[in-house]
C-alpha cells in the first residue's frame, strides 16, 4: 500500500507528498521495518506499508494499491 511518502528531492529524508513535511513530523514517529529505509539499487524513493503494518521504500513505478486521507468535519 502507497502511504505517500518520498524521498525524492533529498536521499534519505522521506517527505509527505502533500504538505512535503518530514514523515516524522511533529512527533518523530517512524515505522520502517529493520534495515528500511535502504533505496536498494539506488531506486527505492516511495514509501509503502506492508504486512505488519511496517514501512519500507521501494520504486516510485512499482504497481501498488494506495491508502488515502480524508479529513472528517466537526459536525
Do not use: Q
Not at 522521506?14 to 539506488?42: A, H, K, L, M, Q
Amino acid at each position: 500500500w502507497w502511504i505517500a511518502g518520498t524521498d525524492l528531492g533529498k536521499t534519505g529524508s522521506f517527505v509527505w507528498i502533500t504538505d512535503n513535511r518530514p514523515v516524522d513530523f511533529p512527533t518523530g514517529y517512524t515505522n520502517f521495518n529493520r534495515g528500511e529505509p535502504n533505496n536498494g539499487n539506488g531506486k527505492e524513493h516511495c514509501l509503502e506499508v506492508g504486512t505488519g503494518t511496517k514501512w519500507n521504500d521501494v520504486s516510485c513505478d512499482r504497481k501498488n494499491r494506495y491508502i488515502c486521507e480524508l479529513d472528517i468535519c466537526d459536525c
